[in-house]
């Protein structure tokens, strides 16, 4: 029904693509409250959060396309060489057709009505879909598709992985897909089967430097934000903390007084401060906790074999547990809470280093050199994020590459809606935002238009003043 839909032209309507877009908007400030609401029963996320991370982001979203939309659509000329002369040359924008797009819980609005933005403004057609993971969120966003479209131009389906299996059987003429790298390998292996091409936003372990000539106060308080927003559970969230040692104890210090400052002595009583949204997510996050009586246990069981062995041989904690509890780990798997946490002495091999942690544990590694730091970053993925606290912003750009990057700060480069935001290699692949969501959903389409009142012979056979046209060309 979409594709029948699609094909009557109807989408490719300024007109039509703006009303729909006001729509939306109306739409979204009708049901505020309930978004409100569906944010707060599925992750414990306050109004003030759910504004900022959320619902200003879409609104501020739909009204930069609304403003520019007439612009971004229109052809543009192009230079057309001399040999092509009287020709004109210009790129038109045309929409791929039906867009698929897949979002995941942890910004589960932000993250399905931003890419749909940019699907309607290029005039396709979208089937959405939502995570099971945020019900009351999914719930209300149907609502709201269901109010103000119909479901042969934009329709959302609910369900669990066996639904985006099905789903992703089709052949669509877009994918747009936000969730994490195992997954967007499955996304683009199906998408392979019909050569439909995607955008891929993923993740990854992002890095946060903090050098020995940083401030090193602001980089505590907006680290401290970026690490708690959402509880962690934030794709560009920074994911592990490389430090120089000679600041690292003054730093940790101060990172533990801004939490307190943020969320009190007590962040589960704190509204602020976001829940885990899954049992199976905390249990996840409580086993990259260092336990003391399964380190015993396992510490006594390889010390009595490698005895057998040598006697003198004597297997260490640290290389049993990988990391040291400095500050935090407490939780309530009733209430789905985990604590703001440090672990310190981390190995780069431990569990906690190996995976997109997606929670408010922060591991600490540190370095004497910079050079220590690129080489480090450089051989590990690519993340979606890097953060950089100090005077060498240059040489780490120079050295390193990431999706996007803040120079003392974190987060903040997310909200820039004339930078283009997406991954690189393992952490994604696409951008959007701003034009660039016009631009993502759009196929560029390349036209040379030439006249019938003149046709130059030269290139027809037999070529000739070949020579001249040498020179042309």
């Not at 698929?100 to 940019?118: D, E, K, R, S, T």
């Not at 569990?351 to 942690?357: A, L, S, T």
């Not at 950089?388 to 050295?399: A, P, V």
Request: a neutral charge; proline letters at 5%; charged letters at 25%.
């Amino acid at each position: 029904k979409q594709r029948e839909y699609f094909l009557s032209n109807e989408t490719k309507s300024i007109d039509f693509r703006l009303k729909q877009l006001k729509k939306l908007k109306q739409a979204v400030v009708n049901h505020i409250d309930d978004i409100y609401d569906a944010l707060w029963g599925d992750l414990h996320k306050c109004k003030e959060e759910a504004f900022l991370t959320e619902i200003s982001i879409v609104l501020n979203e739909i009204n930069d396309h609304i403003k520019h939309l007439k612009k971004w659509a229109k052809p543009k000329k192009v230079k057309t060489p001399v040999y092509l002369m009287p020709s004109k040359s210009f790129v038109m924008y045309e929409p791929y057709g039906v867009a698929l797009i897949i979002a995941p819980w942890n910004y589960p609005f932000h993250l399905m009505f931003a890419p749909l933005v940019g699907a309607i403004s290029s005039g396709c057609c979208a089937v959405m879909k939502p995570s099971p993971y945020s019900q009351y969120t999914s719930e209300i966003m149907q609502i709201i598709i269901d109010e103000i479209f119909d479901k042969e131009y934009i329709t959302m389906i609910q369900g669990h992985r066996d639904v985006n299996q099905a789903l992703l059987a089709q052949k669509f003429d877009f994918i747009f897909f936000t969730g994490s790298p195992s997954l967007g390998k499955r996304v683009m292996r199906a998408a392979a089967e019909n050569l439909t091409p995607v955008v891929l936003e993923l993740g990854g372990k992002s890095p946060c430097i903090v050098d020995r000539d940083a401030d090193i106060a602001m980089a505590a308080r907006r680290i401290a934000w970026g690490k708690s927003l959402n509880a962690g559970q934030t794709c560009i969230a920074p994911d592990y903390l490389m430090i120089h040692e000679e600041v690292k104890d003054e730093f940790l210090q101060l990172l533990v007084k801004e939490w307190k400052y943020l969320l009190t002595n007590d962040p589960q009583q704190a509204k602020h401060f976001v829940r885990i949204v899954s049992d199976k997510a905390l249990d996840r996050l409580i086993s990259y906790l260092p336990n003391e009586s399964k380190v015993e246990s396992q510490e006594s069981k390889v010390n009595e074999i490698s005895k057998a062995v040598s006697p003198d041989f004597k297997h260490s904690t640290l290389d049993i547990q990988h990391s040291t509890l400095h500050y935090g780990g407490h939780y309530d798997r009733a209430d789905r809470y985990l604590s703001p946490t440090i672990l310190t002495d981390v190995s780069p091999d431990a569990p906690v280093m190996q995976e997109e942690i997606f929670g408010p544990i922060f591991p600490v590694l540190t370095f004497k050199q910079i050079e220590e730091v690129t080489e480090f970053v450089a051989k590990r993925e690519r993340p979606l994020a890097l953060y950089y606290f100090g005077k060498q912003g240059d040489y780490i750009l120079r050295h390193t590459i990431s999706g996007g990057t803040c120079i003392n700060d974190v987060i903040m480069h997310i909200v820039n809606h004339d930078m283009p935001f997406g991954g690189v290699g393992n952490s994604g692949m696409g951008t959007y935002h701003g034009k660039e969501s016009f631009m993502t959903f759009s196929h560029r389409r390349s036209v040379v238009s030439t006249p019938t009142f003149v046709d130059m012979p030269f290139r027809y056979m037999p070529y000739k003043l070949f020579n001249l046209i040498k020179k042309l060309v």
